[in-house]
Nanobody, 123 residues
């Protein structure tokens, strides 16, 4: 089994910073792309940032220049450094990964989600 566990969410004032982490664990053969999504109440879930196994990154326009995604392949971990936070960044942030679990004789890519972590930006 493959599990994704997020941490680092919380309450922060506008202009402040938070760093989210996501650790993948379990019977993993390999992990391809990983990323962060977010969803505010009544809103569509959106991709915030993604990173490939080779380090290529992609960001939503709304967070470019403020958020930075990074990856530690040896630890199967990604981080999201969130700076200059705004109230509109308030949402539940979800970790996502495309991974190949350990299955003898089989190579199948599955998509996994973490449980989510709340980020609230408010004065």
């Amino acid at each position: 089994q493959v599990q994704l566990v997020e941490s680092g969410g919380g309450l922060v004032q506008p202009g402040g910073s938070l760093r989210l982490s996501c650790a993948a664990s379990g019977s993993i053969f390999s992990i391809n792309a990983m990323g962060w999504y977010r969803q505010a109440p009544g809103k569509q879930r959106e991709l915030v940032a993604a990173i490939t196994s080779s380090g290529s990154t992609n960001y939503a326009d709304s967070v470019k220049g403020r958020f930075t995604i990074s990856r530690d392949n040896a630890k199967n971990t990604i981080n999201l450094q969130m700076n200059s936070l705004k109230p509109e960044d308030t949402a539940v942030y979800y970790c996502n990964a495309d991974a190949i679990p350990l299955m003898p004789g089989r190579i199948t890519v599955y998509n996994y989600w973490g449980q989510g972590t709340q980020v609230t930006v408010s004065s």
